[in-house]
């Protein structure tokens, strides 16, 4: 049959709609789910940074320095919640001048590592897929006037 006769055009009919359809889920699903991916390595960066911002303040509000770890750690899980990311996949580590944590003047420094896990992956944490690792840390000084 020549390409121009009317039965070849009629069985062609309908498969262009076919093929974008297919094209557009081809392609347009790992898209989204690549910009789900990166709104949460997102979100996951700014819980950090706000979480050891927040507990290195509450640390060098406390009388002690164990009393400073527990207020720090809670102000991180705190802090984690409200961004949507569970506390068991953080980590919070306190860092002080050699004076000591609670001396006026101390520096006193908070870093907080995430890992962020893939977004719609069943069973996660089984299977140790994540989709990347993020931290921040903060330093606040001890008053000298509590």
């Known amino acids: 049959m020549p390409p121009s006769s009317p ?3 009629d069985a062609e009919r309908g498969s262009a709609v076919v093929e974008f359809t ?3 889920l ?3 699903v790992p898209v989204v789910y690549f910009i789900i991916t990166v709104g949460q390595l997102q979100g996951g960066s700014f819980a950090v940074v706000g979480a050891a911002d ?6 060098v509000a406390q009388p002690d320095a164990a009393s400073g770890r527990a207020a720090a750690e809670q102000a991180v899980q705190l ?3 409200d961004y949507g990311h569970p506390a068991d996949n953080a980590s919070v580590e306190t860092s002080c001048d050699p004076a000591g944590c ?11 590592r995430l890992t962020v896990p893939l977004p719609f992956v069943p069973f996660s944490d089984v299977l140790k897929l ?4 993020v931290s921040a840390s903060a330093t606040q000084l001890v008053g000298r006037f509590r």
């Open 79 to 81: 802090a984690l919640a």
């Open 26 to 28: 081809l392609l347009m």
């Open 22 to 24: 297919f094209l557009c």
């Open 130 to 133: 994540d989709a990347g690792q």
């Open 54 to 59: 927040q507990a290195a303040k509450v640390f």
């Open 102 to 112: 609670t001396a006026p003047g101390s520096a006193v420094t908070v870093t907080v």
């Open 7 to 9: 039965d070849n055009v």
